[in-house]
């Protein structure tokens, strides 16, 4: 099955990903680690925690291949944002994630994508990773594919959901606290979650995530 998009769409994706790639490097030293740990064909669910309107870029730039991106819903109705956010691959979904969020996924899925989620539902209020939200616990028992745990660091003292204003800290200049990491961790079997309880799984991949941000932690530059 080949899960890439058209020949137009992976042209202007290849084109605003290496733009986010010099906007990234050079305002905020980004460094990833762990992209070899994300499979290059076949479905896959991508599962990151959630600092800053950054974060769906940063993945992006973490992943060697096309992704697809969930989105919320009220996103695609504001002007420039909506249609941009559309021709990049991403799909409207319910903050909850209903089950319309979840029949998009395991669609998306079934046609071999990669699928970039931030189970928090929302941007976090604190920098640490807020507590998942219950209904994509019927997701991730439902999902036949490896699930990649994502780590973010640094993203939400670059750009918070307080911030009007990002704060850069580019390579040539003394390091601050936002600069940016992303670490991509090992793939999880879904057969880990398959009879799990609900709150005994929203615990085990918040785990894994919290295992990741750690280690994005200590690949950014400091």
Known sequence: MDDRPGLVARLWYDAAYWTMWTFFTLGFSYRGTGRGNVPKRGPVLIAANHQSMFDPMLVGLSLPRYPTFLARDNLFRIPVIGPAIKSLGSVPIDRGMGKDGIRLVLDALGRGRAVIMFPEGERTHTGEVQPLKAGVSLLFQRVRCPIVPVGIAGAYAAWNRFMKWPRFSP????????????????????????????????????????????????????
């Open 171 to 222: 390579p040539f200049l003394p390091p601050v606290d936002s600069t940016i990491g992303v670490s991509m961790g090992e793939p999880i079997d879904p057969a880990r979650y398959q009879g799990m309880g609900r709150e005994a799984l929203l615990a085990d991949l918040r785990a894994e995530i919290v295992r990741q941000v750690t280690a994005a932690e200590k690949v950014r530059r400091k």
